[in-house]
Nanobody
């Protein structure tokens, strides 16, 4: 069973940068796709960026060109580099994964990102 643990959130001024980390515990090779989602107060959770097993990446229009998803297989970690942050990026960011041959999903507990104007 895979477990995910996020870190790296915090408070930053608009225009600043943060790097989020998602540490994967368990069989990382079972992951078909892993991504970052975010949920702001009063809003639905939205997909921010995904990394598919073959290496393909996808981004929400709102973050494309500012955020980059990447992975370090040796460290079992997926990163979200966030640059040129805006106040509207403020949310709890969750790492989520789905798996080959399964309908199960795994989620981390989330990390808060707050961008001040």
């Amino acid at each position: 069973q895979v477990q995910l643990e996020e870190s790296g959130g915090g408070l930053v001024r608009a225009g600043g940068s943060l790097r989020l980390s998602c540490l994967v515990f368990g069989n990382a090779f079972s992951i078909k796709a892993i991504g970052w989602h975010r949920q702001a107060p009063g809003k639905q959770r939205e997909l921010v960026a995904t990394l598919i097993a073959g290496g393909t990446t996808n981004y929400a229009d709102s973050v494309r060109g500012r955020f980059t998803i990447s992975r370090n297989n040796a460290k079992n970690t997926v990163y979200l580099q966030m640059n040129s942050l805006k106040p509207e990026d403020t949310a709890v960011y969750h790492c989520g994964a789905d798996f080959f041959g399964s309908s199960d999903l795994a989620w981390g507990q989330g990390t808060q990102v707050t961008v001040s104007s």
